[in-house]
């Protein structure tokens, strides 16, 4: 949370001081707003309170406050004022960022920091609400239309790609069920680490408190969120059991390591990881960045020499670059987190780092940590370990999401091609009909045969219109259209 001391320096950057600045009690309703100010003796005897109204996005109560116009917010908004606010004679009382916080500002001092924020573009509307009233409400020239730009809304923000992986059903959302994308990634990320001797295995997903918590270092950083299973039936556990939130402490090579004491240890895993529902509540409806359970593909290694491990650190920190820049067409910088960020009890970590545009928001695409010595195979030389998730499902959605549906590349959509019958009406005869579909479901033969992953859509009921948009909002990068004038020149009309 943004602290008062932190505001007041703000101000005090743009030669604004406040009369006074009082700590109190959260009082988020006027009434007790005005009580928890009046009891205060730093506070002035006569002020103002100001009110704030926030009409889109919506906004947490404490940041109800014209303190929480920035220089970056600014732009983004259409700020009015009521010129009165400048002749006040008694102080106001504007919430601080927080409920619990006030600074007591003149009115000019107000006007005159959303006037210092203002730009070539963008500016403060002040409007004479007194004035406007007397003339009858009449509605006050409105503000200049910003030039349109060519990006998704700011608050349109992750909501569309959930709205959208809903209604396409990449994500049955009440059983936050599996996405279509990850076999295709699976697909091809096994390929490539196969050709690297990477063995895959399987780990449990419950492990008991003893042999988690041999791991205190590595589990610091996910204790918050590991969700434990306490009874069996009507009865209570005598321990109780984990569901790992990563597969570290459910193996790690003590064995491994001696019986293959000459060579090193490659091993990949894809699994089912659940976290604590009470985290991050109010994210949950957000399929597949932050979920109660992830699909994640985790890979560990051990090796003779450090320069071996570092050497698989960026092979497979550059697979996981390709996931995201060849199957799903996202741009991505790698790069090395920081002390504070690194997996806790490694050496390193380095990353992978997505940029969602339509949110404004990084994300976490992937992680290749090194270890060194610091797992419970202190018997090797060095190790390390690599996960991505569905957040990389996530990360396509967000950045190729658009108001007519998905837009996926062709590597990864469940389906890259659609045949569609065309220019069927009450005249055409059954047997015309027949010959139409026969020739689509041909169509799609011929795609399969190809590599292509098609479909044919022969459903009664539905007009073709109909079932382009359904196809559209699914992502599927090419339709053909066949029509008994197709049939007549033997072609397909093909659109992307």
């Excluded at 404490?62 to 917010?73: D, F, G, K, V, Y």
């Excluded at 295995?201 to 969120?225: C, N, Q, V, W």
């Amino acid at each position: 949370m943004v602290s008062l001391e932190s505001v007041t320096k703000t101000l005090s950057e743009l030669s604004i001081a406040p009369t006074a600045s009082v700590s109190h009690a959260q009082a988020k309703p006027p009434a007790a707003w005005r009580e928890a100010l009046q009891s205060d003796p730093a506070a002035p005897k006569s002020f103002e309170l100001v009110k704030t109204l926030v009409f889109k996005p919506k906004r947490h109560p404490r940041s109800l406050s014209p303190l929480a116009i920035n220089e970056h917010t600014f732009p983004k908004v259409v700020t009015i004022v009521d010129v009165s606010i400048a002749s006040s004679t008694s102080p106001l009382a504007v919430h601080a960022l927080s409920s619990s916080a006030t600074l007591f500002l003149s009115g000019q001092d107000l006007i005159t920091y959303l006037r210092k924020l203002g730009t070539a573009d963008t500016k403060l509307h002040e409007i004479d609400f007194v004035a406007l009233k007397a003339e009858g409400g009449a509605t006050p020239p409105a503000p200049a239309k910003p030039v349109e730009k060519k990006v998704e809304k700011e608050d349109a923000k992750i909501e569309g790609a959930v709205q959208v992986a809903i209604g396409v059903k990449e994500v049955e959302f009440s059983a936050l069920g599996i996405p279509i994308i990850w076999e295709v990634i699976q697909e091809w990320f096994n390929a490539k680490i196969k050709e690297m001797e990477v063995e895959n295995a399987y780990f449990p997903m419950f492990i008991s408190a003893k042999a988690l918590e041999r791991e205190t270092d590595h589990i610091e950083g996910f204790s918050p969120e590991v969700a434990w299973v306490t009874r069996a039936g009507q009865s209570d556990l005598e321990e109780p059991i984990a569901i790992c939130p990563t597969s570290d402490t459910a193996m790690y090579f003590f064995q491994p390591m001696e019986q293959r004491r000459a060579m090193g240890v490659q091993e990949s895993t894809y699994e089912s990881l659940l976290f604590d529902t009470d985290i991050a509540i109010d994210m949950l409806s957000e399929p597949f960045l932050r979920t109660r359970e992830y699909l994640w593909q985790e890979g560990h290694t051990a090796h003779l020499t450090k320069a071996e491990a570092d050497k698989e650190v960026l092979e497979i920190l550059d697979l996981y670059c390709r996931v995201y820049e060849e199957l799903l067409a996202v741009p991505v910088i790698p790069g090395v987190k920081s002390e504070n960020e690194k997996f806790t009890g490694g050496d390193y970590t380095t990353t992978v780092e997505g940029f969602i545009p339509t949110s404004g928001r990084g994300i976490r695409a992937a992680t290749s940590h090194h270890l060194g010595q610091n797992s419970p195979s202190r018997r090797c030389s060095t190790s390390l370990s690599k996960t991505r998730t569905t957040r990389a499902v996530s990360a396509r959605h967000s950045s190729g999401r658009t108001h007519g549906g998905l837009v996926l590349p062709p590597r990864v959509a469940s389906a890259q091609a659609v045949v569609v019958p065309c220019g069927v009406t009450a005249k055409t005869t059954d047997a015309q009909r027949q010959q139409i579909n026969d020739k689509c479901a041909e169509l799609v033969k011929m795609l399969k045969k190809t590599g292509v992953r098609a479909k044919a859509d022969l459903r009664e009921g539905y007009t073709p219109g109909w079932k382009f948009n359904e196809w559209e909002q699914k992502g599927v990068p090419l339709r053909l259209e066949i029509g008994p004038q197709d049939l007549t020149k033997a072609q397909t009309l093909g659109v992307r």
